[in-house]
């Protein structure tokens, strides 16, 4: 299984076709694009601030990744996450995957989305107002 | 040991990373009883973090040395 896992800025338009080496086994290929909402805790944001362990997230995807190889059987898995800050409508997470058959493909990015956001140290640290200042956070 | 805060335990410790230097090895409970001493409004989030040590999740039993990179992982909110 190919896994390419990019965190940072500027990544997220980086999607990348599916590798030659895979056209004739691949018969699915399935994407998750993470928008940010235009509200946060009930108030109107125009941005989201992430933050991130980057090497420890960079590996627990991996890791993420290749445990759940073991049951939902796949080619590649392509994972970017942005940090830095995210304005409303853009993505902040981008996940593709593709497998033989869909049913591999819909469960590594369904089931890699639960434990993203259980156990890969990312953050949302912040948010913006709709006029760019920081609204008061609370962890 | 090279300590390191995220989110809103930067604010906390009142920094990003911190040394700190012992000798041979401690488990969680010590550490912890370390970082409280140095950092005090830790204690709040305490229940909530975890350790990773050298970019990996810590696990009962895990034992850390002077030489680890240690991180305190509050709740994560990817995505």
């Known amino acids: 299984m190919i896994i390419e896992i990019s965190i940072g800025s500027d990544f997220i338009n980086t999607r990348k076709p599916l590798p030659k080496s895979l056209i004739g086994n691949t018969g699915a290929v399935v994407e998750f694009t993470g928008i940010v909402r235009g509200k946060e805790s009930g108030l109107p944001i125009s941005a989201l601030v992430y933050e991130a362990y980057q090497p420890m997230a960079e590996q627990t995807m991996r890791t993420i990744i290749e445990e759940l190889g073991q049951r939902h059987a796949c080619h590649f898995v392509h994972v970017i996450h942005q940090i830095g800050t995210v304005p409303v409508g853009e993505a902040a997470v981008y996940i593709v995957a593709g497998a033989t058959h869909r049913a591999a493909a819909l469960g590594m990015v369904g089931d890699f989305m639960d434990r993203l956001k259980q156990d890969v140290p990312i953050w949302k640290t912040g948010a913006l107002d709709t006029s760019g200042h920081p609204l008061p956070t609370t962890p | ?79």
Request: hydrophobic share 45%.
């Open chain 2, 1 to 79: 040991m090279r300590i390191l805060f995220f989110a809103h335990l930067k604010k906390a410790a009142g920094c990003a990373s911190a040394e700190i230097h012992f000798s041979g090895e401690i488990d969680a409970e010590m550490l912890w009883q370390r970082l409280l001493s140095d950092y005090p409004d830790l204690a709040q989030y305490r229940a909530s973090v975890r350790f990773a040590r050298n970019n990996t999740y810590a696990i009962t039993g895990t034992r850390f040395s002077d030489t680890d990179e240690v991180a305190l992982i509050p709740p994560v909110s990817g995505g």
